[in-house]
């Protein structure tokens, strides 16, 4: 059922792209193939890649063609923005908290209690930041461009043994958070471990790691992390990160104007096909959850109580340990105000 849900969403964007009239249809172009690197399977994160696969196929008469290798084929998760600056593929799913010094601004996204948990504000304010200075510098060392956000969801977490019913029971705990949502959870007493979502697995099974902040919901099934764990947390929601797509800037610039604007113009298809396939697995894993994990949901009081330790403090300590190397304080802000200015739309 999932599945279906999952393919009935995608398809119905993918319909309404096609009736669209933002893009002429036959745009005609030289043969091109673009190879895109991802980690784990194809899952709701890749959805939106693989409906533009098709898009700009179809645009092209089968002339731009996009195959997505995913599972770490052509590259290993932590070395995607290496491989872009050697030329070796066109585009990667990356994830800003398996390589925190290769993207330093990008770690804004991962600072806990951030005012996204909204997917409309989410979206809008992530877009508005893949423009932004800061973060456009980041992909150029690399040799790349950002694309589209993953619009991840906000985290919660999993795990294995005695729940964590109030805030001191994770004293102690490992807990696979990376980025500011590491930090904020080291605020509680846990010990951080940023492990890749391929790898979280093989930790819950070997006993190194006692639970895992992932999407929620998502990523947690996608990942089989359900299939290990004992409880979830239902209205932690300490934040989330940013695994999206960037695209080669060699790549992308050699590519004739009218194949550049079939991927930029397409940019919509990517985040509404992303979103549809997050919300479609919703009805089917938070049904599966209760059925079958113990739920854990905070009081008030607790949120606020950890957002006081975990939230304004951990943003601070992250201003303080970059403001020499970029204008954190800067990147923050304007993170903040594009989230005011969704809410204000």
């Given at each position: 059922?999932?599945?279906?849900?999952?393919?009935?969403?995608?398809?119905?964007?993918?319909?309404?792209?096609?009736?669209?009239?933002?893009?002429?249809?036959?745009?005609?172009?030289?043969?091109?193939?673009?190879?895109?690197?991802?980690?784990g399977?194809?899952?709701?994160?890749t959805?939106?890649?693989?409906?533009?696969?098709?898009?700009?196929a179809?645009?092209?008469?089968?002339?731009?063609?996009?195959?997505?290798?995913?599972?770490?084929?052509l590259?290993?998760?932590?070395?995607?923005?290496?491989g872009?600056?050697?030329?070796?593929?066109?585009?990667?799913?990356i994830?800003?908290?398996?390589?925190?010094?290769k993207?330093?601004?990008?770690?804004?996204?991962?600072?806990?209690f951030?005012?996204?948990?909204?997917?409309?504000?989410?979206?809008y304010?992530?877009?508005?930041?893949?423009?932004?200075?800061?973060?456009?510098?980041?992909?150029?060392?690399?040799?790349?461009?950002?694309?589209?956000?993953?619009?991840?969801?906000?985290?919660?977490?999993?795990?294995?043994g005695?729940p964590?019913?109030?805030?001191?029971?994770?004293?102690?705990?490992?807990?696979?958070?990376?980025?500011?949502?590491?930090d904020?959870?080291?605020?509680?007493?846990?010990?951080?471990?940023?492990l890749s979502?391929?790898?979280?697995?093989t930790?819950?099974?070997?006993?190194?790691?006692?639970?895992?902040?992932?999407?929620?919901?998502?990523?947690?099934?996608?990942?089989?992390?359900?299939e290990?764990?004992d409880?979830?947390?239902?209205?932690?929601?300490?934040?989330?990160?940013?695994?999206?797509?960037?695209?080669n800037?060699?790549?992308?610039?050699?590519?004739?104007?009218?194949y550049?604007?079939?991927?930029?113009?397409n940019?919509?298809?990517?985040?509404?096909?992303?979103?549809?396939?997050?919300?479609?697995?919703?009805?089917?894993?938070?049904?599966?959850?209760?059925?079958?994990?113990?739920?854990?949901?905070?009081?008030?009081?607790?949120l606020?109580?950890?957002?006081?330790?975990?939230?304004?403090?951990?943003?601070e300590?992250?201003?303080?340990?970059?403001?020499?190397s970029?204008?954190?304080?800067?990147?923050?802000?304007?993170?903040?105000?594009?989230?005011?200015?969704?809410?204000?739309?």
């Amino acid at each position: 059922m999932k599945q279906t849900l999952k393919s009935l969403a995608v398809a119905s964007l993918a319909t309404m792209a096609t009736c669209g009239a933002a893009i002429a249809a036959n745009v005609d172009g030289p043969s091109v193939f673009w190879k895109i690197s991802m980690y784990g399977n194809s899952r709701a994160l890749t959805s939106g890649m693989e409906a533009l696969a098709e898009k700009v196929a179809e645009e092209t008469d089968g002339k731009f063609q996009i195959r997505i290798f995913y599972a770490e084929q052509l590259s290993p998760a932590r070395e995607n923005l290496d491989g872009l600056k050697l030329n070796a593929f066109e585009g990667a799913g990356i994830c800003n908290f398996y390589h925190p010094g290769k993207n330093p601004a990008w770690m804004v996204f991962s600072l806990p209690f951030l005012p996204i948990g909204d997917p409309e504000v989410g979206r809008y304010a992530r877009m508005r930041m893949f423009e932004h200075p800061a973060i456009v510098a980041d992909m150029a060392k690399w040799n790349a461009i950002p694309y589209v956000s993953g619009l991840l969801q906000q985290f919660e977490l999993m795990g294995k043994g005695t729940p964590p019913e109030k805030l001191e029971d994770w004293q102690g705990l490992q807990v696979r958070a990376g980025g500011g949502l590491g930090d904020a959870m080291e605020a509680l007493g846990a010990t951080k471990q940023t492990l890749s979502a391929s790898e979280t697995l093989t930790a819950f099974q070997n006993g190194t790691v006692d639970a895992a902040a992932f999407p929620f919901t998502y990523a947690h099934v996608a990942f089989k992390i359900n299939e290990e764990a004992d409880w979830y947390t239902a209205n932690l929601a300490p934040g989330t990160s940013e695994c999206g797509w960037v695209l080669n800037k060699t790549a992308f610039e050699a590519l004739p104007e009218a194949y550049q604007a079939l991927l930029m113009d397409n940019r919509d298809l990517v985040l509404d096909t992303q979103q549809a396939a997050y919300d479609a697995e919703d009805e089917v894993n938070l049904q599966l959850f209760e059925e079958t994990l113990q739920k854990i949901t905070y009081s008030e009081e607790e949120l606020a109580r950890f957002r006081e330790i975990a939230g304004r403090p951990v943003w601070e300590k992250w201003v303080a340990d970059n403001q020499d190397s970029f204008d954190a304080q800067g990147v923050l802000d304007d993170f903040l105000s594009y989230a005011e200015e969704a809410r204000a739309r």
